[in-house]
């Protein structure tokens, strides 16, 4: 049996050695997978000596397979005998898809009991004890189910109609109700398949939360909700649905745990998210691995911007049939209730777009920034400067050490990023607060004679507030009704805003919520709160970052403000679907005219997308 698994090269995808030869090793973080033995003769490796002498004692050689691709190291512990380590991103194991590899070994290291883990008898291969899969039948009933609490709309009865017999992907705005139809989708696939669970797969843990409250609210079926802090049971007694984040569905489907034939129906929630590398595709790997075609679940693909082509409708019919292939799936939409579905989406809020430039004093305080920050940059960084603004100029950071830089250049670097960012406060709320940051920065430059000018420059400019900032305290003081959103484009300004609106604007209750990665990230449970004060109407304002802007389920608004720009035509599609009250207000703030035009653009491709889906559902 041995003889039939092998560690390959990913790079030309031939043998390094067979399972024999190889060796699982745990360590902290995971495990290892090595060479028992650096005798080459059997294996096709090679070694040569590190070239990176700063790590010669660690890793005095490095493992080359005979393509010539490096594919680990020699590491030498202290205290212990060398470790002969493959690497995980330049090999795989038989069976695995080199584009589903997990980061770790640790992830598959179950799969292949037929490679010793080290400390631990090697054990003869599992005989699975799984039955067959079964048929996924589809409902000869077309009906509608019924729900415990909602009653569809006759446009989401349609879409049901359409999804229950092939494969598809609903494309309606945010607040159209598209987990709804989900939900009739999967309670009707469920009723045909007793046998059978189903699943819905999202990218972000609040989303399978969220999602597992919705269905438990609708269906009497066991819901799981699986994401890295909740864990799939060792075994489904009853019938259910999981609602799974995609990494850890793909982890499950790797391991063996479940196989996609369980599954009578799958739903992907923002499928748009699904290009590329990420998770959404590699689950689609073990979709379109399976041979009998009967067996595959059916799929349902949930999103409200599919794509967003730049030159016209050709342009974007094509993204979007690219887009269904990935899934194996069709558009839909509304046909014989289009008319009363268009109407119902008819009193969508037009943006309004407001031009607020800096002020004269902003544009100075910027430019003593830039001269700061020409002064103490690296010579040979300055290249990187010409470009850079405070949204990607923590690049700095990731290419000072390919240019040899001294501790203090280092130093230089990371005060130049810390500058470049407050030229973001400068613009958004002014010079009052740009530059009591400022002078917090300045007074750690060496230079003593350039510290002392840079600092008798700023304090020569007045403290004001931002228009910008005039202009949302003017809307909100006026507010009356009953709830507002502001969406920023990163966590930092969101908490600045956050302190005016608690010191100006306290009586609305604001109240911020962003994304839980980072060492400052918000928790969970902390969001769920946030988000049920704002439900309940405790509080009237919330500030929010892009968290908010898939997905999650926010009551609709009033008023709506996009602080700081828009980052695509779906950003503006997905935050646009949050005011969804008759007479809301939806404002894009822009900083400048080439700002202004690129706003108007993103509403140009919004209608381009629209025909291109009208198109193909036809």
Not at 149 to 156: D, G, L, M, V, Y
Not at 176 to 197: D, E, Q, Y
Not at 277 to 285: C, E, P
């Amino acid at each position: 049996m041995n003889s039939e698994i092998f560690a390959h090269c990913l790079g030309c995808q031939k043998p390094i050695a067979p399972a024999g030869e190889l060796i699982f090793i745990p360590d902290r973080s995971g495990c290892y997978l090595g060479l028992r033995s650096c005798d080459s003769s059997t294996k096709n490796v090679f070694f040569e000596p590190n070239p990176k002498k700063k790590s010669l004692k660690i890793c005095p050689h490095i493992l080359k397979h005979i393509c010539g691709a490096k594919i680990g190291n020699e590491v030498r512990l202290s205290g212990a005998s060398a470790i002969y380590s493959l690497s995980r991103d330049e090999c795989y194991l038989t069976g695995e898809m080199p584009s589903s590899r997990n980061s770790n070994w640790i992830q598959i290291q179950g799969r292949y009991p037929q490679i010793q883990l080290q400390g631990a008898k090697v054990h003869e291969p599992k005989i699975s004890t799984k039955p067959p899969p079964e048929a996924t039948v589809s409902p000869s009933d077309l009906s509608t189910p019924t729900l415990k609490r909602s009653k569809p709309r006759p446009f989401q009865t349609e879409l049901y109609g359409f999804g229950i017999q092939s494969n598809s992907m609903l494309c309606v705005p945010t607040g159209c109700g598209k987990t709804l139809t989900s939900i009739m989708f999967i309670t009707k696939m469920l009723r045909s398949n007793p046998k059978k669970n189903a699943v819905f797969v999202v990218h972000r843990i609040p989303l399978s939360c969220q999602q597992a409250a919705y269905i438990r609210a609708e269906t009497d079926y066991e819901v799981i909700e699986v994401n890295s802090d909740k864990h799939l049971p060792k075994t489904l007694d009853k019938q259910c649905v999981l609602s799974i984040t995609a990494d850890c569905f793909l982890n499950h489907l790797q391991r063996g745990d479940v196989r996609m034939e369980d599954f009578c129906a799958l739903v992907f929630d923002e499928c748009h998210n699904g290009v590329g590398n990420h998770s959404y595709t590699k689950v689609m790997d073990y979709y379109n691995q399976i041979k009998t075609q009967n067996t595959k679940p059916r799929i349902m693909c949930l999103t409200a911007s599919p794509a967003e082509g730049k030159k016209g409708v050709l342009e974007t019919k094509a993204m979007i049939r690219s887009l269904c292939s990935t899934f194996d799936v069709n558009p839909i939409y509304p046909r014989q209730t289009r008319i009363e579905f268009e109407s119902s989406i008819a009193t969508s809020t037009k943006p309004q777009i407001y031009l607020i430039e800096s002020n004269m004093h902003q544009a100075l305080l910027n430019g003593i920034i830039c001269t700061a920050i020409m002064q103490i940059i690296p010579e040979c960084m300055k290249h990187h400067i010409m470009f850079a603004d405070y949204q990607n100029v923590s690049i700095l950071r990731s290419v000072q050490e390919s240019y040899g830089l001294t501790p203090q250049e280092k130093e230089n670097v990371d005060l130049t990023v810390r500058l470049y960012k407050i030229t973001e406060i400068v613009d958004m709320f002014g010079t009052r607060r740009g530059k009591e940051e400022l002078l917090k920065e300045l007074g750690k430059i060496k230079n003593q004679q350039l510290k002392e000018d840079l600092q008798s420059e700023v304090n020569s400019i007045p403290s004001s507030s931002s228009q910008r900032i005039d202009f949302v305290l003017q809307k909100l003081r006026g507010f009356k009704e009953d709830k507002a959103m502001i969406f920023v484009r990163t966590k930092a300004a969101g908490k600045e805003l956050y302190e005016v609106l608690r010191r100006e604007v306290s009586y609305l209750e604001p109240e911020i919520i962003f994304g839980h990665s980072g060492e400052d990230g918000m928790r969970q449970g902390r969001q769920k709160s946030v988000l049920e004060r704002f439900r309940l109407g405790k509080s009237k304002v919330l500030i929010a970052t892009s968290v908010v802007e898939e997905g999650l389920d926010v009551p609709d608004c009033n008023l709506v403000i996009a602080f700081d720009g828009l980052a695509s035509s779906k950003s503006m599609m997905q935050i646009r679907g949050r005011a969804r009250r008759e007479n809301s207000n939806f404002i894009m703030i822009c900083k400048s005219e080439e700002q202004g035009k690129l706003f108007i653009e993103f509403l140009r491709r919004e209608k381009y997308m629209k025909e291109a889906l009208k198109q193909l559902a036809n």
